[in-house]
C-alpha cells in the first residue's frame, strides 16, 4: 500500500482482555514508531524500532506493554491485562532518512476501549 | 525532559482571518520541529518541518518560524478556509531515532 496501514482501525475490549494491534509500515521504511494518543491530548512515544532491533521501549507505560517487529516490517503492539485507563488511539509512523530529515509518516492508528 | 506547550487550546475565527498557533518548547537542543494537522478520526498529515538550523519553512499559505534560543515556534495561515478546520500539534524531535515529543495541539475551528 502507499501509506502506513494500522489494523483493526477500532477495537472494545472488557478490562483484563489481551489485545493486539498491527501496523504495516511504508515498505522500504527503516524506523518504526508507536504512539498512544489520550483524549484531546497530544501523542506520547512508546516505543522505537530500527529494522528488527527494538532501540527505545522507555515510554512504554508498563510491563504489559509489549511490541514486536521480528522481520524488520510488520509490527504488533500487544496490551496484555488491558485496563481503563488504556484507552486511547495507538498511532504507528515509519519513516526513512531523506537528507537527514528523518521524516515520519503517520497511520490512521486504532482506537482501543476498555470497558 | 523535554515539555512542549501549545497555546491556546482551541481557536476560533471568521473565515479569510489569518491564524497566528504557538508552539514553545522546554529544551532547546532540539534537532528538528514539526506542524501536524490531524482531522477527527484520522491519522497525522506532516504540514511543515524545520530543522534546527533553519528559521522558517513555507508552503502555500502556511508559514512556520523557530526561534530555538526561545524555545518557540509559530504557525501562521494566512487567509483561513472552512477546510483549515483541524487540530494542528506541533512537535519536536531529537537526532537520536528522531522520536517526536508532542504539544497538546490547538482546537481550530474556521467559520464560514
Known amino acids: 500500500g502507499a501509506g502506513v496501514s494500522q489494523s483493526p482501525r477500532y477495537k472494545v475490549a472488557k478490562r483484563g482482555q489481551d489485545v493486539a494491534l498491527r501496523c504495516d509500515p511504508i515498505?522500504?521504511?527503516?524506523?518504526l514508531f508507536w504512539y498512544q494518543q489520550a483524549l484531546g491530548q497530544g501523542p506520547e512515544f512508546l516505543t522505537y524500532f530500527q529494522n528488527e532491533a527494538q532501540l527505545d521501549k522507555s515510554g512504554l507505560p508498563s510491563d504489559r506493554f509489549f511490541a514486536e517487529r521480528p522481520e524488520g516490517s510488520v509490527s504488533t503492539l500487544k496490551i496484555q491485562r488491558t485496563q481503563q485507563e488504556d484507552s486511547a488511539v495507538y498511532l504507528c509512523?515509519?519513516?526513512?532518512?531523506?537528507?537527514?530529515?528523518?521524516?515520519?509518516?503517520f497511520g490512521a492508528g486504532t482506537r482501543l476501549s476498555v470497558l | 525532559k523535554q515539555e512542549v506547550t501549545q497555546i491556546p487550546a482551541a481557536l476560533s475565527v471568521p473565515e479569510g482571518e489569518n491564524l497566528v498557533l504557538n508552539c514553545s518548547f522546554t529544551d532547546s537542543a532540539i534537532y528538528n520541529l514539526q506542524w501536524f494537522r490531524q482531522d477527527p478520526g484520522k491519522g497525522l498529515t506532516s504540514l511543515l518541518l524545520?530543522?534546527?538550523?533553519?528559521r522558517e519553512q513555507t508552503s502555500g499559505r502556511l508559514n512556520a518560524s523557530l526561534d530555538k534560543s526561545s524555545g518557540r515556534s509559530t504557525l501562521y495561515i494566512a487567509a483561513s478556509q472552512p477546510g483549515d478546520s483541524a487540530t494542528y500539534l506541533c512537535?519536536?524531535?531529537?537526532?537520536?531515532?528522531?522520536?517526536?515529543?508532542f504539544g497538546g495541539g490547538t482546537r481550530v475551528l474556521v467559520k464560514p
Open positions: 512537535a519536536v524531535g531529537r537526532a537520536a531515532g528522531n522520536k517526536l515529543t
Open positions: 509512523a515509519s519513516g526513512y532518512r531523506q537528507l537527514a530529515k528523518n521524516i515520519q509518516y
Open positions: 524545520i530543522q534546527s538550523s533553519q
Open positions: 515498505s522500504g521504511h527503516v524506523s
